[in-house]
């Protein structure tokens, strides 16, 4: 009787589609609302005060950093404002939630 071995390649369509239901379920996740508290990521080689002066100036409300460089989270209300940040140099718009979310202040306090 000859042995059943699974080979890689056979379990390559599985390993696949498993990815992309975890990038679908990521992706859902992590989409930012139409208006509202979301993160902003801006790439990571822009000045964090740049940053912040960009989003101040297209209108929407700096709520505080996350706890990741370069993404920030913020409140904003028009369709307009969101065109301003994309054009001040915003990559992409993300729920702030998980890794995204709001830094806690006992990060920012030294002891």
Known sequence: MAEDR????????ALGFSG???LLGVVGYMRAPDHGEM????PPWIDSNV????????GAQFVSPSKLPSVFVIR?????T???LSESGALLFV???GICGPA???AFVKE
Do not use: G, K
């Not at 993160?39 to 801006?42: C, Y």
């Not at 940053?51 to 297209?58: A, L, N, T």
């Open 20 to 22: 992309l239901a975890a």
């Open 51 to 58: 940053i912040v002066q960009s989003i101040v100036q297209s």
């Open 104 to 106: 806690s202040i006992a």
């Open 76 to 80: 904003l209300e028009t369709e307009q």
């Open 39 to 42: 993160a902003v990521v801006f």
């Open 6 to 13: 699974i080979r890689v390649r056979d379990l390559i369509p």
């Open 95 to 97: 729920a702030a939630a």
């Open 82 to 84: 969101r065109r301003r």
